[in-house]
């Protein structure tokens, strides 16, 4: 069964200073696709960045960057510079190819970015 | 419109009566996918289309939850003799194509706010 795990339900961090959001994943399946997606409080969900199981590199969207650390299964979210604009719900996701195209997401991590 | 649409944005409805919620996916999309965000809880996936046919149904909770898809593009799902518990945000998102690539990024519509009272 796939599982996706964010322990954090909450994080603060202070406006320009680096967060990492933390997500853990389970599949057997050897082709998987992560995904971050951020939530604001206006409530539509916003795409921000993927990461293949086959690729070398770790993903990189301007301020977004993905930890992937396959053997630990872990898939962090690295925000730097944060912005007041960044404070919102963040949901990890996982894909995998047998799964029916079934998206599984997690239970996701509020982010709150003081001035 | 450039995104995924939904509507209504927001239904209130009695306890037993029968809803129905709308997605226009983005133009040229062909894959679909409903999912349910109860309050404070992450996605929960209910059914994905590809083209008019749905493949995988099985997130869908109840026999009192259907969904079609006509012509690849509007989706309805239809919630019968709706519970309180059916309360939450139904999600609507699309993407180019389900493919066999686990990479297609789903655009997701700003949701239809359930309310069952």
């Known amino acids: 069964a796939q599982k996706i795990t964010q322990t954090q339900p909450g994080m603060f961090v202070q406006e320009k200073e680096a967060v990492t959001l933390d997500c853990t994943y389970d599949?057997?399946?050897?082709?998987?696709?992560l995904f971050w997606y951020k939530q604001p409080s206006s409530g539509e969900m916003i795409f921000l960045i993927y990461?293949?199981?086959?690729?070398?590199q770790n993903a990189t969207e301007g301020r977004y960057s993905l930890n992937f650390q396959k053997a630990r299964k872990s898939a962090n979210l690295v925000i730097s510079a944060s912005q007041l604009g960044d404070s919102a719900m963040y949901f990890c996701?996982?894909?995998?190819?047998?799964?029916?195209?079934?998206?599984?997401f997690g239970a996701g991590t509020r982010l709150f970015v003081k001035a | 419109g450039a995104g995924v649409s939904q509507s209504p944005s927001n239904k209130v409805t009695e306890k037993g009566k029968d809803v129905e919620l709308r997605c226009d996916p983005i133009?040229?999309?062909?894959?679909l996918y409903w999912y349910r965000q109860s309050l404070g809880q992450g996605l929960e996936f209910l059914i994905y289309?590809?083209?008019?046919?749905?493949?995988?149904k099985s997130g869908l909770p109840s026999d009192r939850f259907s969904a079609e898809r006509t012509g690849g593009s509007v989706s309805t799902l239809t919630i019968q003799r709706t519970q309180q518990e059916d309360s939450a945000v139904y999600l609507c998102?699309?993407?180019?194509?389900?493919?066999?690539?686990?990479?297609?990024?789903?655009?997701f519509g700003p949701g239809t706010r359930l309310l069952v009272l």
């Open positions: 998102a699309s993407s180019l194509k389900a493919a066999r690539m686990s990479q297609e990024t789903q655009y």
């Open positions: 289309f590809q083209g008019n046919s749905a493949p995988d």
């Open positions: 133009s040229g999309h062909t894959a």
């Open positions: 990461q293949g199981s086959y690729d070398q």
């Open positions: 996701a996982m894909r995998v190819n047998t799964g029916g195209f079934k998206t599984i």
């Open positions: 599949t057997s399946d050897p082709s998987y696709g």
